[in-house]
């Protein structure tokens, strides 16, 4: 992405801050970090519960982010949005096969929004979505746009002291999406809570869980993505 069509680094980095450890103390309703305000969203029960009210409460961000990515998706593609959403469609068998509490907390997402699961699914599998889209158009890896920046930071190890770490990320991306992005907190009925800074309508990104496991993500290219 060229300079202008980049959220300013020093701000996602700020914004990442917001998800260091203190996460997983309660907060007021909004992060903020640096200017950047990330609306923040509470979920918890089983995977549909929490879909359910991420859903609700962030309803208009969703609707926002389901309009951009299945234009953007499907002009990159070279297919109708119909079209676009039927190859999103084909995401639900594997969702279901290997990880079906994540497309029951999507059915949750769709039914708290009131917009229709394969446009979840869609905004889900957008990075996918996406190599499937260069695929049909055979664009070189070399074309591709420049991703995220991942960073972790540790400290020296103190005889018999754990290792003490910091890690963050910038997320470079079209502000043509700023103000879409939630701080949800998770508290599932079974395994960790956790803090994710995701878009919305995604059921996580960039986070951290109640055990210190954090999760950064960047778009790098496999031979397996080459047309």
């Not at 907390?105 to 699914?121: T, Y």
């Amino acid at each position: 992405m060229t300079d202008d069509h980049m959220i300013n680094r020093r701000q996602l980095l700020g914004g990442a801050a917001a998800l260091g450890l203190s996460t997983l103390v309660p907060r007021p309703a909004r992060a903020r970090s640096k200017g950047v305000i990330f609306a923040e969203v509470n979920a918890a029960g089983s995977p549909a519960a929490m879909g359910e009210t991420h859903g609700k409460a962030a309803a208009a961000a969703i609707k926002r982010n389901v309009d951009f990515y299945v234009e953007w998706l499907a002009t990159a593609a070279g297919l109708a949005p119909k079209e676009l959403l039927q190859e999103a469609a084909r995401f639900a068998p594997v969702l279901a096969q290997y990880t079906p509490d994540l497309l029951e907390e999507i059915h949750g997402i769709a039914r708290g929004s009131g917009r229709a699961v394969n446009e979840i699914l869609a905004v889900n599998a957008r990075t996918d979505l996406l190599v499937v889209a260069r695929r049909k158009k055979k664009t070189r890896k070399s074309e591709a746009n420049p991703g995220c920046t991942a960073a972790v930071v540790m400290s020296r190890r103190k005889k018999g002291k754990p290792w003490r770490s910091a890690l963050g990320q910038t997320w470079d991306w079209t502000p043509k999406l700023k103000g879409n992005q939630i701080l949800l907190r998770l508290t599932p009925k079974e395994g960790p809570r956790l803090a994710t800074f995701t878009e919305a309508g995604m059921v996580a990104k960039i986070g951290i869980n109640q055990r210190r496991l954090g999760v950064c993500l960047n778009f790098l290219a496999h031979p397996s993505d080459d047309p």
